[in-house]
């Protein structure tokens, strides 16, 4: 019922008709769910997005959407059609996984560490919504709350609420099986899904605050206005729609202009993935393919579709008991991030240790010959290369010995604990 009502919502912003009066079934979330308040009022989104709507209309009371957005006083701004606040369900995700990345020219394997930092996921489909990363760099954990009844009416109006039906845990556990196409990482290499070890995972329920919005437009397109509300007005995306009506030929075909089915204004669009892949040094074009190959995994239309759960809010909620799905607060996201900080720090060590050891072994072999190396302490002059060498691989051992053991002792106690349980199945 409440995926039906909630569709409802997304289907009558399209529509010209009269507006539908929503009973308020405020879905029971877990209390993992967090909720971001709405910044500002639905007056202040009107006038924020007046002009843009104003020139999709001939301009009609262009000068008003003008001087109230810029000026304000007695201006009065371009009127929607409607306009609802909706708390759309997203979750942020921080993950360090562990795969081969195979090389094509002579299928060498080698092992990757990618690390996905504050991703963004659906937590439900509705069209436009579902394909968005709506949020950008300005969202802090700070800025969330508990979920609670009193979050249902701010600003002097209802705010609907969509409930949860796509788990960041189902995507995962897609992944694994995904094809090995799907997750080529350029053509030289490609990253093997099949074989993804986990670090660690934590995923954060968070509710993001919208306008939706419909302005009347020229006939016979449609539009929604999607007003992100989680700061001052800034971000705001309209889809353009044709009616169904309307003939083939006589359609408008937004993609075939600028490459994209919305307009976007006041920033660019979010990327859903934020990564960082060293194999094991950093691997720029890497990091890029697999974000981008994560992105597509919800940006194309129909993509979130794919990920609803088969028994829809009821299984989501079932999964908020996971232990990786942790609330979204600085203190549970700040002691992920810097372990997972530590385990980046440690990969790269141990990839330093490996390349001094290789220049060791060949200089004891005789392939190399080093005759005197550097001292940093320019007073102390060139040191005996085999003796300076030496030295400085056991200190990085020491450094890199006690970077593990912080490592391991620092883990996440409800980590710690999963993966104990994990252990005891196999």
């Not at 509710?207 to 009347?216: D, G, N, R, T």
């Not at 994209?260 to 006041?266: I, R």
């Not at 490592?407 to 999963?418: K, Y």
Request: proline share 7%; glycine share 6%.
């Amino acid at each position: 019922m409440l995926q039906r009502r909630a569709g409802a919502i997304a289907r009558d912003l399209n529509r010209t008709s009269s507006p539908r009066s929503y009973s308020q079934i405020i879905p029971q979330y877990h209390p993992k769910v967090r909720a971001i308040p709405f910044a500002f009022s639905k007056e202040a989104a009107i006038r924020h997005v007046g002009v843009a709507a104003s020139a999709g209309c001939f301009f009609r009371d262009f000068v008003g959407s003008l001087g109230a957005k810029y000026i304000g006083g007695n201006f009065q701004p371009i009127q929607p059609i409607r306009i609802q606040p909706v708390y759309f369900p997203a979750w942020f995700l921080d993950a360090e996984v562990e795969s081969y990345l195979t090389d094509e020219d002579d299928e060498r394997q080698r092992i990757v560490t990618a690390y996905f930092n504050d991703c963004y996921l659906p937590g439900a489909t509705f069209g436009l919504l579902g394909r968005l990363a709506l949020r950008n760099d300005q969202v802090e954990p700070a800025l969330a709350v508990p979920f609670s009844q009193r979050l249902t009416h701010q600003h002097g109006s209802d705010v609907i609420c969509m409930p949860y039906t796509i788990s960041p845990l189902d995507v995962i556990s897609s992944t694994r099986s995904s094809s090995f196409t799907h997750a080529t990482s350029d053509e030289d290499a490609r990253f093997e899904p099949r074989f993804i070890k986990t670090n660690i995972e934590a995923a954060y329920p968070v509710l993001i605050p919208l306008y939706l919005v419909q302005f009347p437009m020229v006939q016979p397109f449609e539009s929604t206005f999607v007003i992100e509300a989680y700061s001052q007005p800034g971000r705001f995306f309209i889809q353009v729609s044709n009616s169904p009506e309307l003939p083939e030929e006589q359609r408008f075909d937004l993609e075939k202009y600028i490459g994209y089915d919305y307009l976007f204004l006041g920033d660019t669009p979010s990327s859903h993935a934020k990564t960082r892949v060293l194999a094991p040094k950093y691997d720029r074009n890497a990091s890029e393919n697999v974000a981008s190959w994560f992105d597509g995994l919800f940006s194309e239309p129909g993509g979130a579709e794919k990920l609803i759960h088969p028994k829809g809010a009821v299984g989501v909620n079932v999964h908020m008991d996971d232990p990786r799905v942790r609330e979204w607060t600085p203190e549970e996201v700040n002691s992920i991030r810097e372990w997972m900080n530590q385990g980046q720090a440690i990969v790269q060590l141990k990839d330093v240790v490996k390349n001094l050891t290789s220049i060791e072994d060949q200089m004891q072999s005789g392939s190399v010959k080093v005759i005197q190396w550097p001292s940093s302490d320019p007073k102390q002059g060139s040191q005996n290369a085999p003796a300076f060498l030496e030295a400085f691989i056991k200190a990085e051992l020491d450094k890199l010995q006690k970077l593990e053991k912080s490592r391991a002792d620092t883990a996440p106690e409800w980590w710690r604990r999963r993966e104990a349980k994990q252990t005891l199945k196999k």
